[in-house]
């Protein structure tokens, strides 16, 4: 068995557990966190399972180059308010002491009017 067939976040991304789609390309997926800090609240994950950005390499640059890319227009489009007024937090919580949970690349996307439950 491979690490992916015990992952929650592969398993989202194949269709295998529901979730709140916010895109879907042939590398990427994004949805809405289940438990969200701010107004806006969504993951970006690559569909490849990689445990953390820990382990991403050269080989990579070009995935990684493209969920940074793909944050912005994603923002917008779930409702973050425009820069500089608006804007939102891109953040990739790394290991345990990084405050790591779900041990599948992702970086959180959070925006929208202030307080935010936490941050
Ligand atoms: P992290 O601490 O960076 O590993 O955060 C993992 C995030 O995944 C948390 O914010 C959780 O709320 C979120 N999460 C866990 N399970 C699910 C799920 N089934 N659907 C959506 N978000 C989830
Ligand atoms: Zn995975």
């Given at each position: 068995m491979s690490p992916s067939d015990h992952c929650i976040f592969c398993k989202i991304a194949a269709g295998a557990i529901p979730s709140c789609k916010?895109?879907?390309?042939?590398?990427?997926?994004?949805?809405?966190?289940?438990?969200?800090?701010?107004?806006?609240?969504?993951?970006?994950?690559?569909?490849?399972?990689?445990?953390?950005?820990?382990?991403?390499?050269?080989?990579?640059?070009?995935?990684?180059?493209?969920?940074?890319?793909?944050?912005?227009?994603l923002a917008l489009a779930q409702g973050c308010n425009p820069y500089p007024e608006g804007g939102f937090r891109v953040m990739a919580n790394t290991g345990a002491e990084?405050?790591?949970?779900?041990?599948?690349?992702?970086?959180?996307?959070?925006g929208g009017p202030r307080p935010w439950l936490k941050g």
């Open positions: 916010v895109y879907e390309d042939d590398e990427l997926f994004a949805f809405h966190d289940i438990k969200p800090w701010a107004p806006v609240h969504f993951l970006i994950i690559p569909k490849v399972h990689i445990p953390s950005l820990a382990q991403v390499g050269p080989k990579h640059e070009a995935l990684l180059g493209r969920m940074m890319v793909l944050a912005p227009q990084g405050g790591q949970d779900v041990h599948h690349l992702h970086i959180h996307v959070m």
